[in-house]
Structure formats: C-alpha cells, structure tokens
C-alpha cells in the first residue's frame, strides 16, 4: 500500500477506537456497561444490529462467494423480515418488560436455572468459536499487506479490539457501530462504481451482468426444493426464518443489541429496519463479487489469489514447476478471452443462437482454467501439507490492494477492519454479560456488589478475548468464512430456539421436559450435521422441532398422575 493508503488506515481505525473510548466515558455500572443505559435511539439499535452481523467475514467472503458461485448466497436472508416481525410481536416485549440483562434470564424465570444455564453454555460455546473467526478475517488483509504470518495479524487485531471493549462495553460498541456502518456503506458504493470504470470501454454494466449471467454467475433465486442445496428459495425462506429468528431473538450478541433500545418502539424499530436494509445490502456486496469476476475475465487474475501462500511456493524448491504452471495459466487465460470476445459480439448483436453456442465454449475455456489452477494448489500441497489451499476469502482483497486508486484501498481495507471490530466487539460484550449474569451471578457469587460485577464484567471481557484471539489461529482451516459462521451456528441456534419457543407458547411444559428435550435434540442436530443428512439451513428447523416435540412427549411420559396409589401396607 502507498504512504495515503496507510494513512487513511491508521486515521480511520485510531479515530473510532477513540471516539468509543470517549463516548463511554463515565461508565460506572454494570447496566451502563453491559446495556449502555437503555438510551439508544431506534437508528442507533439498527446500525448496531447491523454491524453485529456484517463482519469483516461479510466483505472479504462474500464478494468471494459472489465470485465464485454467484449470487445465490442472497437467499440465506429471505427469512429474515419474516422473522424480525415475529421478534418485534414476541420477544422484544417480553425482555423489555422483565428488564432482563440476557435472553437467558427469562429461561430461568419460565423453567429452572438448568434450562438457563444449558442455553447459556450452548451460547457462549457457539459465540466464543464464531468470534475466533471474525477476528482471523481481518488479520489475513495486514498478513497479506506485511506478508508476514496470520499468527501475527490476528493477535493485533484481537488485541484491539478487546482494548477499548473492556474499556466502554456496550456504549463503546453502539457508537463506534454507528460510524463504522456509514464509512462501509460509502465505501461500498465507491467500491462497485470502480470495478464498472475498470472494465474496458466497450463493456458496461449491463454488459458485464450478462456476461457473468452466461457463465452462471446472476442466478439470485433457486425455486427448485432440494435438501442438498444450502441456498434456494425455500432453504432461505424456511431455514433461513429459523436461523435468523434465533440468531436475532437468543443469540446474546445480538439481544444485548436492541435491549440498549431506550424503549419497547425503538428497539422494534432498529429491528425491522434491519430487516428492510439487511438483504439489499447483501444483494449490492455479492453484486460486487459479480462485477469483479466479470473484470477478471477481462484482466488476467493471478494463479492464486492468496499472496502469502503463492510466495512460499515461489521461494521453495518447487519454484520451476510453479513457474511452468504460470505460462500454462498465461495460455488458458489467452484462449478464454478469444471465447470471451466472441461472446461478447454475439451479445452486441443479439444473436441467440451464437450466444447459446459461444457460451458452451467458453465454459469450457474456464473448466481448463480451473485445472491448472488446481495443479497450483496441488503444488502448494506437495510443498507444504498444511497450506491453506482455499483463496476464496482472498479474491476481493486481491482485487482492492492491486487495481483501486491511492487513498480508497486505505479505506476499503479500513472498512473491513472496522466491520471485524464491530462484531466483534458486540461478541465479547455478549460472551461477557452472559458469563456474569448467567454464570458469575447466579452460580458463583449471588451477593456481590454492583462494582464487583462490573470488574467481572471487565474481566470476563478480556477473558474471552483471548479465548477468541486463541480459535482465531485455528480458522485458516476452515474454508469459507461466512459460510463457516453459518454452519457453525446452525447446530446450535435451532436447538436454543425450541427452547425459547416452548417457554413463550407451550405453558404445561416443565423444566424438566425441556431440558432433557434439548439436549436430545442437540445431539440429533449434530449427528445429522455430521452426517451431511440435509443442507445445513436446515438443522435449524430439525433442532427447532425437535425440541418443541420431545418436550411434549417427555412432558407426557414424565407428568405425575393427579392421584397417586395408597401404599399397600
């Protein structure tokens, strides 16, 4: 990066972790740390709301899916609006109303402190892990800038961000949040108008939409029902409304969002905002991925998009056969193009029947493509076991560092930044206030003061901190990031969300039957995700289920009759 770039960077990134600090100055008590007060107006539990769930993993994986599969991945979000309708009727009220810390609180309230501490610990395993992730996405842009090592990266950028969230809490996260989303929304656009300038002349938007749609890459809705596939209309619809209902109505990062809402109509309000915003915004970011894939067919791209990988490839004993495998891809690249013009003047002249036939060739130009690409990655294998041999989360960043002017690189790497210290922030509140709450307050010390739980609080803070930093060094293995997230929390939210279900709609079941529900069902969830029986989507309506009809089977089985038999003497 040039010397502007860098500026921009540190200017940007010192300027909110400043500004947090100072907007939660005077934080002297656990519900200003953990809530910030309940003072925030609706557009401030929005774009908190937001931030949460667009992480650094959004903008580096996403347009890496757009790139790579296309625009399917938009229907993961049809669900949502659905389901923020439901929390706006349901759960925020009833939060509100018991002026609970967590969501885990009311558990206790409808069942027992098992139920309560079940879910809680369903939830801190499953944001601890997550959390790991968001905090590798950003480390991979300095280990790719500095070409150093993501062990490096990654302990920085945790550090960070654990700094000025055990510093402010809540009111740090909430107002850094609100400046984060307005710089990414501004770089995004800026982001999508350049790739359409760097595309050449005769190639506009339109154009290049349509090219990326021969090659398969527009398809944005897939009505076909198919258990297998993670992304179609009806996964997205029904899976996705499970996933996004509990995500949004248990998951403590995400509750402790709106909670901070200063009433029952703000917080309905951020929420349904959310729902509004959320899936053009994810719609526009895979767009991105499109153009750019579109530009790569046009610029040569390189024959790995993670630098750091290439490098050590190119400096090892296996140098020449890399090389080798270079001029091939230099071929491959040459004789798609020939295809590519082709295409292109068919499309020009609306000639259907050449664009059917052209677009067969160029497929094929792309498939030959792809093998030498393999033949990289096989290199890399041989060279090192342990390579990180998936580039998908390293197109778009690629994309940025190469070919957008001085200046924005330093905030389009600044925005990703700034999404991976939002949520991840908000993750480390929550894990915080689940822990001091749920855990340190209820089991631990019962009678501490309201200064002893606010150094908890601080502590447990930086606790989990490191425990992320430290699953943060595991997630190069992973793949996909986002889609990792995802995954992740399909075997745990539905389970959770049965619970929170039965609790609000199902009044005759006990703790008890619950309980033991939840746990048979979670164990089902994960041997079925183990498995691979059904797409992951859908472990969140298997687990949801599941536990709402085994809690009324064991209910039934477990129920003592009203009139007990005299004992025989």
């Known amino acids: ?21 100072y907007r939660s100055r005077g934080t002297e008590n656990i519900q200003g ?66 002026k609970v810390y967590t969501a885990y609180e009311y558990l206790e309230q409808r069942f027992d402190l098992n139920t309560r501490a079940l879910t809680a610990f369903l939830f801190l395993i499953q944001r601890g892990l997550s959390t790991g992730i968001t905090i590798y996405a950003p480390s991979i842009i300095l280990s790719i800038i500095l070409n150093i090592n993501p062990t490096f990266t990654t302990i920085f ?15 740090a996260v909430s107002y850094t949040q609100m400046l984060q989303m307005a710089i990414i929304f501004s770089g995004l656009f800026a982001a999508g108008v350049i790739v359409v300038q760097l595309l050449p002349s005769s190639v506009g938007f339109g154009k290049a939409i349509s090219i990326a749609g021969k090659m398969g890459r527009t398809e944005a809705i897939n009505f076909n029902f198919d258990w297998d596939n993670p992304y179609t209309l009806w996964s997205g619809l029904i899976g996705g409304f499970f996933l996004q209902l509990s995500y949004f109505g248990t998951d403590q990062s995400q509750v402790g969002r709106y909670l901070t809402g200063s009433s029952v109509g703000q917080s309905r309000m951020g929420l349904l905002m959310n729902g509004i915003v959320k899936i053009p915004m994810q719609f526009l970011i895979l767009l991105i991925g499109v153009l750019v894939f579109t530009f790569y067919q046009y610029t040569k791209p390189p024959v790995f998009f993670n630098r750091f990988e290439l490098n050590k490839l190119e400096n090892s004993a296996y140098a020449p056969q890399l090389n080798s495998i270079k001029a091939e891809h230099q071929q491959a690249f040459q004789a798609k193009q020939q295809e590519l013009d082709k295409l292109g003047l068919a499309i020009d002249q609306g000639d259907e029947q050449r664009i059917d036939a052209q677009r067969t060739l160029l497929l094929a130009a792309d498939v030959k493509e792809k093998e030498v690409r393999k033949k990289t990655t096989d290199l890399m294998l041989k060279n090192d076991a342990n390579a990180d041999i998936n580039d998908n989360n390293y197109i778009f960043l690629s994309f940025v560092t190469e070919y957008l002017p001085k200046g924005l ?107 033991i529900a939840a746990i048979m069902a979670e164990i089902t969830v994960c041997i079925c995700g183990y498995l691979q029986v059904v797409a992951y989507l859908w472990l969140n309506v298997i687990g949801c289920l599941l536990v709402i009809f085994l809690s009324l089977l064991m209910q039934a089985l477990l129920k003592k009759p009203d009139h007990l038999p005299e004992k025989s003497l």
Not at 435 to 448: A, M
């Open 33 to 98: 740390y953990l809530l910030g007060n309940q003072s925030m107006p609706w557009y401030s539990v929005c774009l908190s709301v937001m931030a949460t769930q667009a992480s650094a993993i959004t903008f580096l994986s996403a347009p890496g899916l757009g790139y790579s599969s296309g625009m399917s991945f938009v229907q993961f979000y049809l669900g949502l609006p659905l389901a923020m309708i439901v929390l706006c009727v349901t759960f925020v009220p009833i939060f509100h109303r018991l």
């Open 1 to 21: 990066m040039s010397n502007l770039d860098w500026a921009v960077l540190v200017c940007t990134l010192l300027f909110i972790v400043v500004y947090g600090i």
């Open 157 to 171: 950028i945790g550090s960070i961000v654990v700094l000025y969230t055990v510093y402010g809490g809540t009111r």
């Open 409 to 515: 690189i330093g905030l389009l790497i600044a925005i990703i930044f700034l999404a991976s210290m939002g949520s991840t922030a908000s993750a480390l509140n929550s894990l915080a206030s689940t822990s001091v709450i749920d855990i340190y307050k209820r089991l631990i010390k019962k009678d501490g003061s309201d200064k002893q739980y606010l150094k908890a609080s601080r502590w447990l803070t930086f606790f989990w901190g490191f425990v992320c930093i430290l699953m943060a060094l595991y997630a190069s293995k992973i793949g996909n990031l986002i889609e990792a997230v995802n995954v992740l929390g399909s075997y745990i939210y539905g389970t959770i969300l049965g619970v929170f279900l039965v609790a609000f709609y199902l009044k005759k079941v006990n703790g008890r039957a619950v309980f």
